[in-house]
């Protein structure tokens, strides 16, 4: 299984084999989908908390007396029905959301994710991304030339989560050049994951054969 490699100035420069390992995996559903809900609810700090009645200041002395003042009844101004009261069955920060994903199960998702992107198209392979320094009307010009190429247009129109831009080893001024297009995220292709995968429409996988290899050995 072949594709094609292009420069950042949107130029056809080579082939790469691409390893059935990583791109070629049959597509799971039920799993992509509980590791996605998984990490996603590693992400949940679970500080939202707010009192119930017993834990708010105050309320201590009855309202009125309970009968002759034609009034409904109360025992408390920090009852839930009343304002500035407790909160009936609030979210208390007592609750843990993680939840264990083995790495297994992880790079399986994040190879048929790889897998539905290239086969629908939006995987693309780089040769290199050079910066002498960083640029962002570079970066820019950059995405104008990758657009150019079919199936890639979208780069210079989508305004929210366009491209996640993979990098074989890390690059400062790559980094700092895209930092401030809101639609792009530059990530080492080491640290892959199927959330940020599916979250992006393209991926752009620079110097793809080294990249390659560090996917490869999240196999093992």
């Given at each position: 299984m072949k594709a094609d490699i292009y420069t950042q100035v949107g130029k056809k420069n080579g082939t790469i084999d691409l390893s059935e390992s990583v791109f070629g995996v049959k597509w799971n559903a039920d799993l992509v989908h509980q590791v996605v809900v998984s990490m996603q609810s590693n992400l949940r700090a679970g500080t939202a908390s707010v009192k119930d009645r017993s834990e708010v200041a105050g309320g201590?002395?009855?309202?009125?007396?309970?009968?002759?003042?034609?009034?409904?009844?109360?025992?408390?101004?920090?009852?839930?029905?009343?304002?500035?009261?407790?909160?009936?069955?609030?979210?208390?920060n007592n609750k843990d959301y993680t939840k264990k994903v083995n790495k297994k199960m992880s790079s399986k998702a994040l190879f048929a994710t790889l897998t539905r992107k290239f086969k629908?198209?939006?995987?693309?392979?780089?040769?290199?991304?050079?910066?002498?320094?960083?640029?962002?009307?570079?970066?820019?010009?950059?995405?104008?030339?990758?657009?150019?190429?079919?199936?890639?247009?979208?780069?210079?129109?989508?305004?929210?989560?366009?491209?996640?831009?993979?990098?074989?080893?890390?690059?400062?001024?790559?980094?700092?050049?895209?930092?401030?297009?809101?639609?792009?995220?530059?990530?080492?292709?080491?640290?892959?994951?199927?959330?940020?995968?599916?979250?992006?429409k393209y991926v752009a996988i620079v110097t793809p054969e080294e990249a390659q290899k560090q996917l490869e050995a999240r196999i093992k």
């Open positions: 201590g002395k009855k309202p009125w007396k309970q009968k002759g003042t034609g009034r409904a009844r109360h025992g408390s101004s920090r009852s839930p029905i009343w304002k500035g009261g407790g909160v009936t069955f609030g979210p208390q629908d198209g939006e995987i693309l392979f780089l040769d290199n991304v050079n910066f002498e320094a960083p640029k962002t009307s570079e970066a820019k010009t950059i995405l104008a030339n990758l657009a150019k190429i079919d199936g890639f247009d979208a780069l210079t129109t989508k305004k929210h989560n366009t491209l996640l831009l993979a990098l074989a080893t890390p690059d400062t001024n790559t980094k700092k050049s895209f930092a401030n297009f809101g639609n792009v995220e530059v990530k080492e292709a080491r640290n892959l994951n199927p959330v940020d995968v599916l979250k992006y």
